[in-house]
């Protein structure tokens, strides 16, 4: 109900007309090793479809930081998680991430920010705080439906890994990139 009511009054900044499947959240997260202690950011965690399922599989000392602008979202989010101390949400946009971490100190960012409906100024400022803030080896992971901002994320990212999964509504590619 949360999501509905978000794309109904924000969807420029939503980007989607339904949460993520199952299928599409197994594609995202099935390249990062969560046997460790890691650090996650998620930017743009909508009503936490991906939180949930990376709640499920992480150790009792990693930590999931969340980046997400939508009021009704956010409210949601502080909510749900707020007994699990493995979540912080940061009621700022992805493009603040990097004033919050030191830099080469994030093992993996899970995006499912609309690049596509953004301006090409804050899709870079974005790409250029990930890269900033996520370590060596690190993994930087977004989904979009079309591949329309492939020149940008190539731009910073030179590896760039692709998935697809026909089975979400709609169908999504996904980019694991790499610095
Ligand atoms: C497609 S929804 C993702 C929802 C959820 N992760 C899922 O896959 O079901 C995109 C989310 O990005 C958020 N968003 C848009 N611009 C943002 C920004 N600059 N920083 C952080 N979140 C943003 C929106 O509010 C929305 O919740």
Known sequence: MTFLKSVFSNYRTVGAISP?????????????DLAHDIHIVEFGAGSGTFTDALLKRITPDSQISIFEIDPLFIKKLQLKYKGDDRVVVYSVGAEESVKFFEPESIDYILSSLPF??????????ILGSAKHILKEHGKFIQFQYFLQNKKHIHHIFPQVK???????????????CKK
């Open 20 to 32: 993520s499947s199952r299928f599409l959240y197994k594609k995202m997260i099935s390249p990062m």
């Open 116 to 125: 596509g409906l953004m301006g090409e100024p804050l899709v870079f400022r």
């Open 162 to 176: 692709y998935k697809f999964t026909l089975l979400n509504l709609p169908p999504a590619f996904v980019y694991v």
